[in-house]
């Protein structure tokens, strides 16, 4: 079982700051890929940015530039500092991640969301 647990929505007015966390726990041995997601209201969710063991990162076109998606292996934890927001931007944010797990089994795991808001 593996669980990820997001922390730093909110509400910030347009041009302002956040920054997402996700921890994951559980009977991991290895994460793969980290991605952050986001998803608004009769839309499909759709992928935001993605980093790779490794370090590589790739950004949807909307928020290259803006979006900056960093990980700790040690922490099992995958970070979004997100810039210059934009009303646009409001959204639900779940993290996901690729894990291997103790079983051993690789498996995707979801956090439960976390609510980010622009709006003056």
């Known amino acids: 079982q593996v669980q990820l647990v997001e922390s730093g929505g909110g509400l910030v007015q347009p041009g302002g700051s956040l920054s997402l966390s996700c921890a994951a726990s559980g009977r991991i041995v290895r994460i793969v890929d980290m991605d952050w997601y986001r998803q608004t209201p009769g839309k499909q969710r759709e992928l935001v940015a993605s980093?790779?063991?490794?370090?590589?990162?790739n950004y949807s076109d909307s928020v290259k530039g803006r979006f900056t998606i960093s990980r700790d292996n040690a922490k099992n934890t995958v970070y979004l500092q997100m810039n210059n927001l934009k009303s646009e931007d409001t959204a639900v944010y779940y993290c996901?991640?690729?894990?291997?797990?103790?079983?051993?089994?690789?498996?995707?795991?979801w956090g439960q969301g976390t609510q980010v808001t622009v709006s003056s």
């Open positions: 980093i790779s063991r490794g370090g590589i990162t």
């Open positions: 996901r991640a690729q894990v291997v797990t103790a079983l051993p089994a690789m498996v995707d795991a």
